[in-house]
């Protein structure tokens, strides 16, 4: 089985938390071709916030549910 290959993309640390904020794990992750696993790795890595669970489910009944803030950063 050969190793999963994923797009190679560029992000700052904002765009990248505007990214995950933008659509499921799941559906970031087909766009890249990799997993939502590796989505929330490097989440971990640069400590950005991942919406929490339910945020999906509330946004697509019309509900306003708040974005976690992306916290400061001195290492960017």
Not at 9 to 33: C, H, N
Not at 54 to 67: C, D, E, N, R, V
Request: aromatic content about 12%.
């Amino acid at each position: 089985m050969q190793p999963q290959q994923c797009e190679s993309k560029t992000f700052t640390r904002e765009e990248f938390y505007d990214y995950v904020w933008s659509a499921p794990a799941t559906e970031l992750a087909k766009e890249l071709g990799c997993s939502d696993v590796t989505i929330g790795k490097v989440c971990r890595a640069y400590d950005v916030p991942k919406p929490y669970s339910g945020y999906w489910t509330k946004l697509a009944h019309g509900k306003s549910p708040k974005k976690t803030e992306l916290p400061n950063n001195d290492d960017t």
